[in-house]
């Protein structure tokens, strides 16, 4: 009644209250960021705050400003403050996968500021695209919503990613983040997506526009398999392996895109952990490769050490031990709490603390947080409006096309034509998915588009899920399937797992379809009266060999966890509006290789003498579902030799079998392929070129089959193009001895390309 007398004061107490609200989100969230000069101009004396000078000058002058306790407080992913240099906290852990993250705490969405961000296919599924511009692109527009969630004061400026580890093994839960098992293809992915995150566009190497982490170094690739888990694993690893396999995508986001840091694994590598072991770190990250930027830990891996590796008597030895070895930033509070006793004990010199503030600060000042005012900076202008973007949501659909690969077409089932199906029956515990499309290290999504959605668009559906979840226990929803099946024109079967089946910490101990999914299958296909499409979405691979050999069964695609508009991207393929050309970036094994080989062995060379495998197509000698490099398409596409040398002569005197790369000989050594690609099909389509080589086995363990390169084509109905490589012999096609050192072999190397062999002779 009050207010009813007195209308003004109602309308001023409104505006009050709108102004509280508005001025406190505004207070919560506002970057943060030092030498806010505006706001003190007391700062303008310290010359860290200084712009005109180069970044080492400036912060060698601020970590001589800082005491130890201060120094301590700054190597810790939750950076202390420090009022008296006007530096505020900083969370080091974000995260940007394949979008922004809210997994680090440094990053979150908040309904009033930032509610969600685009969401891009899992790792694996671009992967499978082969497409470098693609993993570029997308890097890029996740920079975009990266720095506009920074500048609303809801995000961080350092996100670790991407995970270039190598997918060892079919069961590890964490697989779909990665590239593939492919050491080429993981590093060229690593190298584009670095860039993509990173680059300011000014071609200014000092500058970031984001600080990336190619992470987990190394030999990471076990999580949680039976009764092994990450924390306690004993990596055993040959010097052969090591160079070849696990270490090359870490060496390439050093050296060729200038990475802002590397993370140390959990794990022990040959008995030492990674995160306390001076040649992995000191000697190789920054003396070798020549790191600009620091070196994290994984989040606790330094508690870990201590308490679940028992690695020594005290948490201030650890500390020191980490500082010795290179490391400058604990996820996690170790260093904050034990370094200054661990200096004061004599375990580590103030010297190595130092390096490890250094190494920190360089980047936060390559990054502009000692700029002042973000809204000023180069960046500053992107916001709210640059996040979740028509474009950007595209880009999400395209990757997912890209990246679809079409395993099994008999008959040409595939493409359906709307026109012709007045009903679709889309069966199975993923067909309606939403979270499960996005996979892990995900964030909140603009949308989702799930495969009913998407299918739905263009004809009648009848819905089934046949299973209550992925884990499938029962039957009971079979009968319903079944006969949705029996009345459609077509049926569309969307089955796989999700991330209760496969995840961080979570590996896998089988690799075929769980629970009674193959069941429903094969009822679903055997009562269907017309064609029957076999959807996999999963991150890992998944042995259907049932699938593969049933003829009721026209075609099985392979979509990863396609991201949130997986379900649009489905269903452009299966109406044949976008032609497939994703390829496999794994091997897919048969179920008895995850019951007979051990996750815990991580040779990746065959071993006749136990009859073990070996891993990934380049040492694998067993029976495969898929090989890697596999996909089909709509179209049919030819290749024609049209330049290759036949012999190769080297420049030296030796009469060895081969020669070592980091020869002299090796700058001029090299030799150009080119190609026709022609489209023979009635469709338009990408092509991926896949250039294999088949080394002689003049050195011990050689892979038998290694990919040198690959390049990404569009094409036509019955257009053509050339396409053209040029092969750095002693970078590209070497390969490692039991020393760890690289050598090129003498003798006949085999190149292919799709069903086209060369062979070429190396002669002294």
Same mark, same amino acid.
């Given at each position: &009644?009050a207010?009813q ?7 001023l107490l409104?505006?009050c209250?709108f102004?509280?609200? *508005?001025l406190?989100?505004s207070?919560?969230?506002t970057?943060s960021?030092?030498?806010d ?8 004396e *310290?010359?860290?705050c200084n ?7 400036? !912060?060698?002058?601020l970590v001589?400003?800082?005491t130890?306790?201060e120094?301590?407080?700054?190597i810790?992913?939750?950076?202390d403050k420090?009022?008296?240099l006007?530096?505020?906290s900083y969370?080091?852990?974000?995260? $940007?996968?394949h979008?922004?993250? %809210?997994?680090?705490?440094?990053t ?6 930032v509610?969600?961000a685009?969401?891009y ?11 470098e511009s693609?993993?570029?692109t997308?890097a890029?527009?996740v ?6 969630m920074?500048?609303?004061g809801v995000a961080g ?9 190598i ?6 839960g ?7 098992e492919?050491?080429? @293809?993981?590093?060229?992915?690593g190298?584009?997506?670095v860039k993509g ?8 190497k000092?500058?970031?526009k984001l ?16 009764s ?6 004993n990596a055993i690893?040959?010097?052969q392996?090591l160079?070849?396999t #696990?270490?090359?995508p870490?060496?390439s986001?050093?050296?060729d895109?200038?990475v ?6 959990f794990n ?9 072991d001076?040649? @992995?770190?000191?000697?190789t990250?920054r003396?070798?490769?020549k790191?600009?930027?620091?070196i994290?830990?994984d989040?606790d891996s /330094?508690?870990? &050490? ?6 020594e ?5 650890? $500390?020191a031990?980490?500082?010795?070895a ?12 034990f ?10 010199n103030?010297s190595a603390v ?7 600060f360089v980047?936060? &000042?390559r990054?502009g ?12 202008k /992107?916001?709210?409006?640059d996040i979740?973007?028509?474009a950007?949501?595209?880009? $999400?659909?395209?990757?997912a096309?890209q990246?679809?690969?079409?395993l099994?077409?008999s /008959?040409?089932s595939?493409p359906l034509?709307?026109?012709?199906i007045k009903?679709l029956a ?5 067909a ?7 996979g892990?290290?995900a ?8 495969p009913?959605?998407?299918?739905s668009d263009?004809?009648k559906?009848? #819905? ?12 009971h ?9 029996a009345?459609?024109d077509?049926?569309?079967? !969307? &089955? ?8 961080e ?7 075929d @379809?769980?629970?009674?999914?193959? /069941?429903l299958?094969s009822?679903?296909a ?5 064609? =029957? ?7 890992g ?13 026209t075609s099985?695609?392979?979509v ?8 649009g991207?489905?269903?452009?393929v ?12 794994m091997?897919w #094994?048969?179920?008895?290789y995850?019951e007979n080989?051990a ?12 009859s ?6 380049? *040492? ?11 996909g ?6 030819v290749?024609h030799?049209?330049?290759a040398?036949?012999h @190769?002569?080297?420049p030296i005197?030796?009469t060895d079998?081969?020669f070592?790369?980091?020869d002299?000989v ?5 030799? %150009?392929?080119?190609?026709?690609v022609t489209?023979i ?5 990408s092509?991926? !070129?896949?250039l294999?080589? #088949?080394p002689?086995q =003049?050195i011990?363990?050689?892979p038998?089959?290694?990919?040198l390169?690959?390049?990404k084509?569009q094409?036509?109905p019955?257009?053509?193009?050339s396409?053209?490589?040029?092969i750095?012999?002693c970078?590209?096609?070497?390969v490692?001895?039991k %020393?760890?050192?690289r ?6 190397h085999?190149?292919q390309i799709?069903d ?6 190396f002669?002294?």
């Open positions: &009644m207010f007398e007195r209308p003004h004061l109602f309308i409104v505006v209250i102004l509280s609200i *508005f406190s989100v207070a919560q969230y970057p960021y030092a030498c000069i505006d706001g003190n101009p007391k700062l303008k *310290f010359a860290f712009t005109s000078l180069d970044v080492r000058t400036r !912060v060698h002058d001589k400003r800082m130890l306790h120094k301590a407080g700054s810790v992913s939750a950076a420090i009022d008296r006007g530096i505020p969370g080091w852990w974000s995260e $940007a996968l979008g922004v993250s %809210d997994t680090g705490p440094a979150w969405f908040d309904k009033n500021v509610p969600r685009t969401s296919p899992q790792v694996i599924l671009t992967a499978a695209s082969f497409n693609l993993f570029y997308i890029k527009v920079s975009d919503e990266a720095r506009a920074y500048n609303t400026l350092t996100y670790w990613s991407p995970n270039v580890n997918y060892r093994d079919p069961r590890w964490r697989g779909q983040e990665t590239p593939g492919d050491p080429v @293809l993981t590093s060229r992915f190298v584009a997506y995150l990173q680059e300011t566009g000014d071609h200014n000092d500058r970031l600080g990336a982490c190619c992470k987990h170094y190394t030999a990471y690739d076990l999580d949680n398999w039976t092994v888990d990450r924390f306690h694993f690893v040959t010097k392996d160079e070849d #696990y270490n090359p870490f060496k986001c050093v050296i895109a200038n802002a840091s590397i993370m140390c694994s022990k590598l040959n008995g030492k952990p990674t995160c306390g001076k040649e @992995l770190l000191q000697d990250v003396g070798k490769w790191l600009n930027g620091y994290s830990s989040c /330094l508690e870990v &050490m201590f308490n679940d590796q028992k690695w008597k005290t948490p201030e030895q650890v $500390a031990d980490a500082l010795n290179g490391l400058d930033l604990n996820c996690g509070d170790s260093l904050k709490k370094t200054e006793k661990a200096v004061k004990n004599g375990l580590v103030e130092d390096r490890a503030v250094t190494n920190n980047t936060l &000042m990054l947080f000692f700029d002042g005012n973000p809204s000023k900076q180069i960046f500053g /992107l916001g709210k409006k979740c973007t028509t950007n949501q595209d880009l $999400a659909r395209e990757a096309r990246g679809i690969v079409l099994k077409n /008959l040409g595939l034509v709307p026109s012709y009903t889309v069966i199975g515990p993923n309606n998915a939403t979270k499960t499309m996005i892990n290290y964030g909140v999504p603009c949308k989702y588009t799930t009913l959605q998407g299918l263009s004809v559906t009848i #819905y089934e899920p046949g299973c209550t979840d992925v884990k499938c226990t029962s039957t929803m079979f009968e319903n399937a079944t006969k949705a099946a009345t459609a077509a049926v569309v079967l !969307v &089955m796989g797992t999700d991330l209760s089946i496969e995840h910490a979570l590996d896998r101990i089988e690799i @379809l769980p629970g009674q999914q193959n /069941l299958v009822e679903v055997y009562a269907a009266r017309g064609p =029957v499409i076999l959807v996999i979405m999963s991150g691979g998944i042995d259907v060999t049932f699938a593969k050999c049933n003829p009721k069964i099985i695609l392979w990863g966890f396609p991201g949130q508009e997986g379900g991207a489905l269903a452009d299966i109406y044949g509006r976008y032609n497939p050309g994703g390829r496999l970036p091997t #094994y048969p179920q008895s995850a080989i996750m815990t062995n991580m040779n990746m060379r065959a071993d006749p003498t136990t073990y495998p070996g891993r990934s197509y380049r *040492f694998y000698r067993g029976e495969t579902v898929y090989p890697f490099g596999y089909l398409s709509y179209s049919l596409y290749h030799l049209i330049k040398p036949t @190769l002569q080297v005197n030796k079998t081969s070592s790369a980091t002299g090796c700058n001029k050594l090299t030799f %150009d392929v080119d190609i026709i489209n099909g009635k469709m338009s389509g092509h991926t !070129v896949l294999f080589s #088949y002689p =003049v011990h363990n050689s038998h089959k290694q990919l390169d690959f390049k084509v094409l036509g019955w257009n053509h193009t396409v053209s490589f040029k750095d012999v970078k590209q096609m070497s490692v001895d %020393d760890g050192n050598k090129v072999a003498l003798g006949r085999v190149l799709g086209l062999k060369h062979n070429i002779s002669k002294v």
